[in-house]
Structure formats: C-alpha cells, structure tokens
T-cell receptor
Framework: GNSVTQMEGPVTLSEEAFLTINCTYT??????LFWYVQYPGEGLQLLLK?????DKGSNKGFEATYRKETTSFHLEKGSVQVSDSAVYFC????????FGSGTKLNVKP | DAGVIQSPRHEVTEMGQEVTLRCKPI?????LFWYRQTMMRGLELLIY????????DSGMPEDRFSAKMPNASFSTLKIQPSEPRDSAVYFC????????????????FGPGTRLTVL
C-alpha cells in the first residue's frame, strides 16, 4: 500500500541552526511528494512539492529532493528562525493523499 | 481568491446535540475532503467527494457522522448525536483533480472548525 513515515517530534533547535526532518514513503507507483506546514491555530499550507524523481522543491529557504532510490523526501533548511516554529507534514499523492503524522518544530531565540 | 471557507470556526456543544460543520471550497475545484485532527490520532481523512459525489467514505468513524455535497460550492459534515470523543479540529480541503492527472495537484486547506463536545 501507500504510506508516509516521518520522524517523531518535537524537534527543538536554536535560531540559525540547520534543520532536517526525515520523511520516507512507500508507494505502489510514482507519487508526487509534498511538505505542508501548519502554524498554530491554522490549517495546513503547502510549503513545497516535487512531482518526479530527482526534482527539488524549494520555498522560503526550505528544500526537499525527491529520492526514488531511497524513497525519501527529507526537508532541510540551512538556518531556521523562530517564525519557522510549526508542525510539518510530509505527504504523498498517488490518486489519493496520504499524510505523515507530523513533526513539531520549536525554534528558540 | 478567498480560499477554502469553513464555518463556524469554533463550536461548543453538549453531548447528544446535533452539530453541522460547513465548507465552501475554492471556486473551480472539483474535489473536496473532510479531515479530523486530534493529538492522539493526528490527521485523518473522513470522506472525499469528486464532482459532488462521495468517492471514499471509509474514514467516517460511525453512523453518527454524515456528509453531503449538494452542489459544487457547498458541503456539510453532520454529527448526530455528538459525543465528547468527537472533540477535534475538523478541516475541509479542496483540489482540482481533473486537470493534468490527479497525482500532481495539491490540496488547499481551510482554517478548520474547532469542535468541543461537553
């Protein structure tokens, strides 16, 4: 079947630290991959996406590369800010959306 | 574009009462999704519609839950009777599935309805 697994949180970092949130997937075909972000009290917003192998999605300093060989789509940012504190969801779309369980990021000043 | 609109934003009710949540998807989108989010279970897909027709309702927890989409611009999720364990944030999302292949398109989420059943 199709599923997404992402690292457990919470992840706590100091401002300007490097961020990695791991995401791996299982799919019966070739899905599109997404990262969504949820700020407190809000709905999920698309952060970035990649639709085929080796594509790199990027937005607001965040990046993720679609790695078919390792079935991964890890989220990275070189220097996090306090305003990046949120819950991050990895997801795949293969005729249906499958979301990971979410990873909470806390960034301290 | 106003985005996905949900109402009410907050609902507090007593056990046994009927609750109706409302959603207006983005104009032109042909698919609509209802999700429930709790600390314990995370984000769960309850039901989704394509062209106003329910396609997959396997996530609807029990007969107390029902959803309708009478037209392309409106959907409701009803809980009758409500129970304390239904307390959660309920999200509606919409997407355009029919163009370019369904797997490429993102879902757009509303702000959610926070439901508290006492």
């Amino acid at each position: 079947g199709n599923s997404v697994t992402q690292m457990e949180g919470p992840v706590t970092l100091s401002e300007e630290a490097f961020l990695t949130i791991n995401c791996t997937y299982t799919a019966t075909g070739y899905p599109s991959l997404f990262w969504y972000v949820q700020y407190p009290g809000e709905g999920l917003q698309l952060l970035l996406k990649a639709t085929k192998a080796d594509d790199k999605g990027s937005n607001k300093g965040f990046e993720a590369t679609y790695r078919k060989e390792t079935t991964s789509f890890h989220l990275e940012k070189g220097s996090v800010q306090v305003s990046d504190s949120a819950v991050y969801f990895c997801a795949l779309n293969f005729n249906k959306f499958y979301f990971g369980s979410g990873t909470k990021l806390n960034v301290k000043p | 574009d106003a985005g996905v609109i949900q109402s009410p934003r907050h609902e507090v009710t007593e056990m046994g009462q009927e609750v109706t949540l409302r959603c207006k998807p983005i104009s032109g989108h042909d698919s609509l999704f209802w999700y429930r989010q709790t600390m314990m279970r995370g984000l769960e897909l309850l039901i989704y519609f394509n062209n106003n027709v329910p396609i997959d309702d396997s996530g609807m927890p029990e007969d107390r839950f029902s959803a309708k989409m009478p037209n392309a611009s409106f959907s409701t999720l009803k809980i009758q009777p409500s129970e304390p364990r239904d307390s959660a944030v309920y999200f509606c999302a919409s997407s355009l599935e029919s163009s370019g292949g369904s797997s490429y398109n993102e879902q757009f989420f509303g702000p959610g309805t926070r439901l508290t059943v006492l």
